[in-house]
């Protein structure tokens, strides 16, 4: 303070009405001290709202009990909103007090210096905001508090100037450790106790407000949802110490990737949400993710005696205001993005669009008319025959069928989406079994043999989310010890190339104690996915089915000629089975045998069809085979569609 606003305080003071006597003095003291008193009765407790009850207790006590306390409010210091009002106020009305963050200078004061501030309202020199309170208070104290994270300033204003002096300054200290234990409260609220990074809450508050400032000034908003590849099996491996310190250390890995003025927050389990501000461009945006996504991909964790451990991203974005939803829209979006990003193999980033959006739409609408079927007795299994490279049938592929309201039979490529989906993959997968093992105990029972007097194997597929449902191995022991004339040795699972990419290990174990059983299992659809050797090596599987793309064209492709090729030499000398599926014509056949291929699969056979179909299929194949030169199975192919149905 001034020479002069120190004389013209003094003057003031020495001007005060007798009231404030030492007396009342002593009083206006203690009035402040039951204020504390009060404030404290209550419990103080944890959560989001846990430092509202207490700064508000305060500021009603102050304005109640003294009498020349007048006016009483606190104010959380937020640099991304233009205009800042107190969040309660005592003694005035709530839309008074605006403070323009341009002016609020004397606030960015006194949270630098960390003490209390006195203003008198007609000195020239009062900060402008602060005049609007000149006809209820004569001066007003500002008190800082808070933590590094959140931090806010306490405003009291008395009816007399020099009043605050006369009290003496230091007793608004209390207030502020008050303050400072419930902004610290709040801080604990809005941030993961964890990591320490913003939790949801924090999170979509800020988006609110990011969500703001981009249409004011025109800039490009990232909001993304991240998802760790492969976490669950740290977890089921190393035990959940070990996934918490793996978060805690990709936490701070992201963190320490990102801008300082971006927003990294953990929202739940391993899924973290993140907000990139005031982007000039799109490809700017792209870039960081590039950036997150390398960090991540490039970083190796010790979890101690154990091995050391590393794990990708799936990172779903979309952009403000090029997406012009609202806050929970635009989460909504990046999570359907974030979707597309793991359902394309992981370890990217996926941009959210309408034709996303919709293909989403679709795939729900889809999932909406399985479980219906499901529900209504509308799912039944067709088969198709599998054959040696000699001709003899050895089983049947059971392939899912939905059968509509109006009896048009769909097959899985309609309602793809509902095989993997959340609450729906196990149920259809239990039926998939429970029918097929029926309808293996039906052919026991009735006497139905294969040529050769062989037992009919029947393959099933199991989708991925079933496959690593930890009720799948249960399910299935139900399933047998239901059907006892099941011989589980003619029983064979088949699991896409996609399951492994989710949890390998997991995928292993789970067929390790199908064999156990001794289930055959299979590895289907091979050569389309990703790290197909590291499968073959590393999975108990019994049979490879070569995916019928390379089949087909395999006549007129030298390079998929040459893949089969490689993939039939490779099982060979692994002592594997192998199954070429789209098999439709004699030629199909012919390479295969030269190749040494051991069964086939598609039209040059049959189509799938339903079971009851089957034994007349089967005498009339014998049929034909008799009149066939010995060693060959030319047949007419059925046309149109695919070979091998799915």
Same mark, same amino acid.
């Not at 509308?378 to 392939?399: H, K, N, S, W």
């Not at 004339?485 to 190339?497: G, M, N, Q, S, Y």
């Given at each position: 303070m001034t020479t002069t606003k120190a004389r013209?305080?003094?003057?003031?003071?020495?001007a005060l009405p007798a009231i404030l006597d030492q007396g009342s003095i002593d009083d206006e003291r203690m009035t402040l001290f039951r204020v504390l008193q009060e404030a404290l009765a209550e419990p103080v407790t944890k959560g989001r709202g846990a430092a509202d009850p207490l700064l508000r207790r305060i500021c009603q006590g102050l304005v109640r009990n003294s009498r020349m306390i007048r006016v009483a409010c606190y104010l959380i210091v937020d640099e991304e909103r233009p205009v800042l009002t107190p969040e309660f106020t005592a003694g005035m009305e709530a839309g008074l007090l605006r403070i323009p963050r341009s002016l609020a200078g004397p606030l960015r004061e006194?949270?630098?210096?960390?003490?209390?501030?006195?203003h008198v309202l007609d000195d020239p020199g009062a900060p402008v905001w602060l005049r609007a309170l000149h006809t209820l208070v004569a001066e007003v104290v500002l008190f800082p508090f808070g933590v590094a994270t959140l931090r806010g300033v306490g405003v009291v204003g008395v009816a007399e100037a020099g009043f605050l002096s006369r009290i003496g300054l230091d007793y608004f200290a209390a207030f502020t450790n008050l303050g400072n234990l419930a902004l610290n409260l709040r801080a604990q609220a809005l941030h993961d106790a964890l990591t320490g990074l913003p939790n949801r809450g924090l999170y979509v508050d800020r988006l609110a407000h990011a969500r %703001?400032?981009?249409?004011?000034? =025109?800039?490009?908003?990232?909001?993304?949802? *991240? $998802? &760790? !590849?492969?976490?669950?099996?740290?977890?089921?491996?190393?035990?959940?110490?070990?996934?918490?310190?793996?978060?805690?250390?990709?936490?701070?890995?992201?963190?320490?990737?990102?801008?300082?003025?971006?927003?990294?927050?953990?929202?739940?389990?391993?899924?973290?949400?993140?907000?990139?501000?005031?982007?000039?461009?799109?490809?700017?945006i792209e870039a960081l993710c590039v950036r997150l996504l390398d960090a991540l991909r490039s970083t190796r964790l010790s979890l101690g005696e154990a091995a050391d451990v590393s794990l990708t991203g799936s990172l779903g974005l979309t952009v403000y205001p090029l997406d012009e939803g609202d806050p929970e829209t635009l989460?909504?979006?990046?999570?359907?993005?974030?979707? %597309?990003?793991?359902?394309?193999? =992981?370890?990217?980033?996926?941009?959210?669009? *309408? $034709? &996303? !959006?919709?293909?989403?739409?679709?795939?729900?609408?889809?999932?909406?008319?399985?479980?219906?079927?499901?529900?209504?007795?509308?799912?039944?299994?067709?088969?198709?025959?599998?054959?040696?490279?000699?001709?003899?049938?050895?089983?049947?592929?059971?392939?899912?069928?939905?059968?509509?309201?109006?009896?048009?039979?769909?097959?899985?490529?309609?309602?793809?989406?509902?095989?993997?989906?959340?609450?729906?993959?196990?149920?259809?997968?239990?039926?998939?079994?429970?029918?097929?093992a029926c309808q293996m105990e039906a052919w026991v029972r009735a006497g139905f043999e294969l040529e050769a007097r062989r037992p009919v194997r029947c393959s099933v597929n199991i989708s991925a989310a079933h496959l690593l449902n930890a009720s799948f191995l249960e399910d299935l022991r139900a399933i047998l010890s239901a059907h006892p004339l099941v011989d589980p040795a003619a029983f064979e699972i088949e699991i896409t190339e996609s399951a492994p990419l989710r949890d390998l290990e997991g995928v292993r174990r789970t067929l390790?104690?199908?064999?156990?059983?001794r289930i055959r299992t299979a590895l289907d659809d091979f050569g389309t996915g990703y790290a197909s050797l590291t499968h073959l090596q590393r999975l108990p599987v019994d049979t490879i089915k070569i995916d019928q793309s390379f089949v087909r064209d395999m006549a007129d492709d030298p390079k998929d000629?040459?893949?089969?090729?490689?993939?039939?030499?490779?099982?060979?000398?692994?002592?594997?089975?192998?199954?070429?599926?789209?098999?439709?014509?004699?030629?199909?056949?012919?390479?295969?045998?030269?190749?040494?291929?051991?069964c086939v699969q598609g039209y040059a056979l049959a189509k799938a069809m339903p079971a009851a179909d089957i034994p007349r299929w089967v005498r009339r194949y014998a049929q034909r085979r008799r009149a066939w030169p010995r060693g060959s199975i030319v047949m007419r192919a059925d046309k149109g569609g695919n070979s091998r149905e799915d």
């Amino acid at each position: 303070m001034t020479t002069t606003k120190a004389r013209r305080a003094r003057a003031r003071q020495d001007a005060l009405p007798a009231i404030l006597d030492q007396g009342s003095i002593d009083d206006e003291r203690m009035t402040l001290f039951r204020v504390l008193q009060e404030a404290l009765a209550e419990p103080v407790t944890k959560g989001r709202g846990a430092a509202d009850p207490l700064l508000r207790r305060i500021c009603q006590g102050l304005v109640r009990n003294s009498r020349m306390i007048r006016v009483a409010c606190y104010l959380i210091v937020d640099e991304e909103r233009p205009v800042l009002t107190p969040e309660f106020t005592a003694g005035m009305e709530a839309g008074l007090l605006r403070i323009p963050r341009s002016l609020a200078g004397p606030l960015r004061e006194t949270l630098r210096d960390r003490r209390p501030s006195l203003h008198v309202l007609d000195d020239p020199g009062a900060p402008v905001w602060l005049r609007a309170l000149h006809t209820l208070v004569a001066e007003v104290v500002l008190f800082p508090f808070g933590v590094a994270t959140l931090r806010g300033v306490g405003v009291v204003g008395v009816a007399e100037a020099g009043f605050l002096s006369r009290i003496g300054l230091d007793y608004f200290a209390a207030f502020t450790n008050l303050g400072n234990l419930a902004l610290n409260l709040r801080a604990q609220a809005l941030h993961d106790a964890l990591t320490g990074l913003p939790n949801r809450g924090l999170y979509v508050d800020r988006l609110a407000h990011a969500r %703001a400032s981009a249409r004011r000034r =025109r800039r490009l908003l990232g909001v993304a949802l *991240l $998802d &760790l !590849d492969g976490f669950k099996q740290i977890n089921d491996r190393h035990g959940h110490g070990a996934g918490d310190l793996v978060l805690a250390r990709l936490g701070r890995i992201m963190r320490d990737a990102m801008r300082p003025t971006d927003t990294l927050a953990r929202i739940g389990g391993d899924e973290f949400a993140l907000l990139f501000v005031d982007m000039p461009c799109l490809g700017d945006i792209e870039a960081l993710c590039v950036r997150l996504l390398d960090a991540l991909r490039s970083t190796r964790l010790s979890l101690g005696e154990a091995a050391d451990v590393s794990l990708t991203g799936s990172l779903g974005l979309t952009v403000y205001p090029l997406d012009e939803g609202d806050p929970e829209t635009l989460m909504r979006h990046a999570d359907v993005a974030l979707y %597309a990003a793991k359902a394309g193999g =992981r370890d990217q980033y996926h941009i959210h669009s *309408l $034709d &996303l !959006d919709r293909a989403i739409d679709a795939d729900f609408r889809a999932t909406e008319v399985a479980r219906r079927a499901l529900a209504e007795g509308r799912m039944c299994l067709y088969y198709q025959p599998i054959a040696t490279i000699d001709g003899d049938v050895v089983g049947f592929e059971a392939l899912l069928r939905l059968v509509r309201e109006d009896g048009t039979v769909l097959r899985p490529a309609s309602f793809g989406a509902a095989l993997d989906a959340a609450g729906l993959a196990r149920p259809l997968g239990r039926f998939v079994l429970e029918a097929a093992a029926c309808q293996m105990e039906a052919w026991v029972r009735a006497g139905f043999e294969l040529e050769a007097r062989r037992p009919v194997r029947c393959s099933v597929n199991i989708s991925a989310a079933h496959l690593l449902n930890a009720s799948f191995l249960e399910d299935l022991r139900a399933i047998l010890s239901a059907h006892p004339l099941v011989d589980p040795a003619a029983f064979e699972i088949e699991i896409t190339e996609s399951a492994p990419l989710r949890d390998l290990e997991g995928v292993r174990r789970t067929l390790t104690a199908c064999q156990k059983l001794r289930i055959r299992t299979a590895l289907d659809d091979f050569g389309t996915g990703y790290a197909s050797l590291t499968h073959l090596q590393r999975l108990p599987v019994d049979t490879i089915k070569i995916d019928q793309s390379f089949v087909r064209d395999m006549a007129d492709d030298p390079k998929d000629h040459a893949i089969v090729s490689g993939i039939t030499h490779v099982a060979y000398r692994l002592g594997l089975n192998v199954v070429a599926e789209g098999v439709e014509t004699a030629a199909h056949i012919r390479m295969l045998k030269a190749l040494g291929c051991s069964c086939v699969q598609g039209y040059a056979l049959a189509k799938a069809m339903p079971a009851a179909d089957i034994p007349r299929w089967v005498r009339r194949y014998a049929q034909r085979r008799r009149a066939w030169p010995r060693g060959s199975i030319v047949m007419r192919a059925d046309k149109g569609g695919n070979s091998r149905e799915d």
